[in-house]
């Protein structure tokens, strides 16, 4: 099973600040199979990316995926209110599909 | 636009089987470029992926979940179904339907997912 850790746990961040989230795989994941989600309070994640860097429907484009082999990143280049969220990654190389254990963004 | 609508018992003792239905709406689950599944989330598991499904009735299964666990596909319903027996107090958590992209068949991504139902194993 290949985990994937996330760092760090939380983060408490000002509007308008870079924000670099970090998700790290036991395994190389080949063709970058990760995938990035935002669940806010109270509702269902959404998925940001897929391939690691490709963007979803309808993420504004503050938001920026990058990685490969076993290290992805997820940037927010200019922090919004509403970013404030869990950020969770998941891989899809191999079964079982997993997630990391969620970094939390909090706006000061 | 798709939704996802999961329902089911919010309360179930411990040995039994849970049983989970969700009804798609705004699209169809036989639509070949797409699985469908399960995820559950717990404060103590974070979020896990249960099993997944093609209209066809081909299922995959997480391994450890494996001998528990019934994933299956209404074409006429538009609806999946989610089966879990002996259950226990470690399976209580927020139950999810998704919506599976189909890239490496169904290893991928979930770009859909229904807003989820607790359910709690307690007697």
């Known amino acids: 099973e290949i985990v994937l850790t996330q760092s760090p746990g939380t983060l408490s961040l000002s509007p308008g600040q870079r924000v670099i989230l970090s998700c790290r795989a036991s395994?190389?994941?080949?063709?970058?199979?990760l995938a990035w989600y935002q669940q806010k309070p109270g509702q269902s994640p959404r998925l940001l990316f897929y391939?690691?860097?490709n963007r979803a429907t309808g993420i504004p484009d503050r938001f920026g995926g990058s990685g490969s082999g076993t290290d992805f990143t997820l940037t927010i280049s200019r922090l919004e209110p509403e970013d404030s969220a869990v950020y969770y990654c998941?891989?899809?190389?191999?079964?079982?599909?997993?997630f990391g254990g969620g970094t939390k963004v909090q706006i000061k | 636009q798709l939704q996802l609508q999961e329902s089911g018992p919010g309360l179930v003792k411990p040995s039994e089987t849970l049983s989970l239905s969700c009804s798609v709406s705004?699209?169809?689950?036989?639509?070949?470029?797409?699985?469908w599944g399960w995820i559950r989330q717990s404060p103590g598991k974070g979020l896990e992926w249960i099993g997944s499904?093609?209209?066809?009735?081909?299922?995959y299964y997480r391994p450890s979940l494996k001998s528990r666990v019934t994933i299956s596909a209404d074409i006429s319903k538009n609806q999946l179904s989610l089966k879990l027996t002996s259950m226990t107090a470690a399976d209580t958590a927020v139950y999810y339907c998704?919506?599976?992209?189909?890239?490496?068949?169904?290893?991928?991504?979930?770009?859909?997912w229904g807003q989820g139902t607790p359910v709690t194993v307690s007697s």
């Open positions: 705004g699209g169809s689950i036989s639509s070949s470029g797409y699985y």
């Open positions: 499904v093609y209209y066809s009735g081909i299922t």
């Open positions: 395994q190389s994941l080949s063709s970058s199979q």
């Open positions: 391939g690691a860097s």
């Open positions: 998941q891989q899809y190389g191999s079964s079982p599909l997993t």
């Open positions: 998704v919506r599976v992209l189909r890239f490496f068949e169904w290893l991928s991504c979930f770009d859909s």
